[in-house]
T-cell receptor, first 110, second 111 residues
Framework: TQLLEQSPQFLSIQEGENLTVYCNSSSVFSSLQWYRQEPGEGPVLLVT?????EVKKLKRLTFQFGDARKDSSLHITAAQPGDTGLYLCAGARDGQNFVFGPGTRLSVLP | DAGITQSPRHKVTETGTPVTLRCHQT?????MYWYRQDPGHGLRLIHY???????DKGEVSDGYSVSRSKTEDFLLTLESATSSQTSVYFC??????????FGQGTRLTVV
């Protein structure tokens, strides 16, 4: 049983489209991180959200932490082929150990 | 890029043989982690270390042991490799309450 669920599992869209991916849990996390992983590489941190209801923007990426700190979303505006990758969310339980979701594999076609 | 080096990057080994993977950091970060990544499971924590000779188990520690005799090195050992341990292994480092930096991974195949 996954502590963190991510949806959709796979997503294939055309360049220029918008998309939202979700990260959900029944547990409360002290913080939540989003990572992007490209083939053959390790995950790279995109953002950390800490406060319930928090919204952070990183260029065309918008991250939101749920009010109850159990879920999060990542919205990408006008997706580009360079956004292609595996998006992982990770929740912090005890301040240092993170639990990762299974990821959403995004493919943006030119 | 954070200074994390994993070795080897690829390894094929036979069932029942011991295997050791190495993670080396140049960042002097206190925390080091070993994860395995499998399709549909994301990253699962095997073991982690919070200081020299201080280690603890993660959620999938059976069949694995670790050692950290120096700040910069964290070793993961499969005492007797099994096919279920075929996976991609990632090392990560961090400081308390901060982001994790990942190595490039080691692809291990047990035949």
């Amino acid at each position: 049983t996954q502590l963190l669920e991510q949806s959709p599992q796979f997503l294939s869209i055309q360049e220029g489209e918008n998309l939202t991916v979700y990260c959900n849990s029944s547990s409360v996390f002290s913080s939540l991180q989003w990572y992007r992983q490209e083939p053959g590489e390790g995950p790279v941190l995109l953002v950390t959200v800490v406060t319930g209801g928090e919204v952070k923007k990183l260029k065309r990426l918008t991250f939101q932490f749920g009010d109850a700190r159990k879920d999060s979303s990542l919205h990408i505006t006008a997706a580009q082929p360079g956004d292609t990758g595996l998006y992982l969310c990770a929740g912090a339980r005890d301040g240092q150990n993170f639990v990762f979701g299974p990821g959403t594999r995004l493919s943006v076609l030119p | 890029d954070a200074g994390i080096t994993q070795s080897p990057r690829h390894k094929v080994t036979e069932t029942g043989t011991p295997v050791t993977l190495r993670c080396h950091q140049t960042e002097n970060h206190r925390y080091m982690y070993w994860y395995r990544q499998d399709p549909g499971h994301g990253l699962r924590l095997i073991h982690y270390s919070y200081g020299v000779k201080d280690t603890d188990k993660g959620e999938v520690s059976d069949g694995y042991s670790v050692s950290r005799s120096k700040t910069e090195d964290f070793l993961l050992t499969l005492e007797s490799a099994t096919s279920s341990q075929t996976s991609v292994y990632f090392c990560a480092i961090s400081e308390l309450y901060s982001e994790a930096f990942f190595g490039q991974g080691t692809r291990l195949t047990v035949v």
